[in-house]
């Protein structure tokens, strides 16, 4: 057996044990007092010198700095607004939840900092560690980013765990190069109407049948704009509007989310979508004003640090623990975003999944549900895929 896989299996129970301290204090946003505190500990307790960056992220250094190469590891913090129904002993009971798995990924960086911390001889540069705050917000990465937690990197690599996928546990699903998860933006649309009485809407311009028609309309985008070739989502998540069933209101809202791959696409869907929601508006006698927000851009893997992560999994691992993204998402691509992307606009970087939870044992809720589960026996092989990934970069070097 590969000697950092060795390592990785016997602080398994370590591991565990920082997973499930972290998994009943789920923290959120940039917000993350008392994980910051934990994290903190326990680098110090291993004689590392973490400094904080931003609000509530953490860095810390390991190596001996001999030649002027530095590698970055990249692990999130935070958890979602969602009250844990997941039957558990080690259950989150303050309204929140690490039901995106962010709990595991502190774990494995932690267990990643324990053997490098150990193996620092052995690193002829600078591993650095990430700690973030932030990532379900996408606010996170940006913020350290801000507060220089990219000076001098010269690669980046994060892992994120799956569960309820077709794949046995401990296995590592790698992209290929190039947009890996998509751009994420937000939308809300302001309809302005002319309220009146249910009996007489001749007498009245009504924002709920705008907010119909357009939610209608922005479909054609998909469908009539763009090509089938060209991924993009489009989705309206709440239509508010109107107090009974007799009065028809003064205004609608409609508020929504935008999925793309590449920039082009991007600014073509947020033109359009504001043009159509005005235009549909017009034509029904109302007035549209639409806020459309950026939220981050898409990952985006580089070849070279792909074929190296590829390489050290593949020499580490049995090969048939090494997948593709399809495994996860026909087609290669995942339609969800990740803010590492601020990440991967400045640095060669790489984006991985790790199995945590097969559906046919039982791991049946998928993320940000309140009952999701993920295998804890993942936890050493992310361990060992963060060192090996470290060590086998400068090789390359």
């Keep these: 057996m590969d000697h950092i896989i060795q390592k990785a299996r016997q602080i398994q129970d370590t591991l565990v044990t920082h997973r499930r301290k972290l998994h009943q204090m789920p923290e959120l946003d940039l917000d993350l007092p008392e994980t910051k505190a934990y994290v903190m500990d326990q680098l110090l307790a291993l004689g590392l010198t973490p400094l904080e960056v931003g609000k509530s992220g953490l860095s810390v250094t390991i190596g001996r700095g001999e030649i002027n190469k530095t590698v970055l590891l990249r692990g999130d913090m935070d958890g979602l607004p969602l009250k844990e129904e997941a039957s558990v002993p080690f259950q989150s009971t303050n309204g929140r939840m690490h039901a995106c798995g962010h709990d595991l990924h502190t774990a494995m960086l932690l267990g990643a900092a324990r053997l490098l911390s150990e193996m620092a001889s052995e690193i002829p540069g600078t591993v650095k560690l990430m700690f973030q705050p932030g990532e379900e917000t996408l606010r996170g990465a940006q913020d350290m980013i801000d507060h220089g937690i ?37 939308f809300e649309i302001q309809i302005q109407g002319k309220g009146g009485h249910g009996a007489m809407p001749e007498r009245a311009v009504d924002p709920l049948n705008i907010a119909a028609h357009t939610h209608l309309a922005l479909q054609s985008l998909n469908s009539r704009e763009l090509a089938a070739t060209d991924p993009v989502v489009v989705t309206v998540g709440k239509m508010a509007g109107g107090e009974t069933a007799n009065v028809i209101p003064d205004t609608a809202l409609l508020v929504g989310t935008v999925r793309t791959f590449d920039e082009e696409t991007r600014d073509y869907v947020e033109d359009r979508l504001t043009a159509l929601a005005k235009g549909v508006a017009t034509t029904f006698r109302g007035e549209a004003r639409v806020d459309y927000r950026r939220g981050c851009p898409s990952v985006i893997t580089d070849e070279t640090t792909l074929e190296i992560l590829r390489a050290s999994l593949l020499g580490r691992f049995d090969e048939g623990q090494v997948l593709d993204f399809s495994t996860l998402s026909k087609g290669g691509k995942l339609m969800g975003s990740e803010d590492f992307a601020f990440v991967t606009q400045r640095v060669p970087s790489v984006m991985m999944g790790l199995t945590a939870g097969n559906a046919l044992e039982g791991y049946t809720f998928p993320h940000h549900h309140p009952r999701t589960l993920f295998d804890e026996s993942a936890l050493a092989f992310g361990t060992a895929a963060y060192v090996g990934f470290a060590l086998d970069w400068f090789n390359h070097q």
């Design 150 to 186: 990219l000076e001098n990197v010269d690669a980046a690599m994060m892992l994120h765990v799956f569960t309820g996928v077709p794949a046995p546990s401990g296995c590592f699903i790698l992209p290929e190069p190039g947009p890996t998860t998509a751009a994420s933006d937000w």
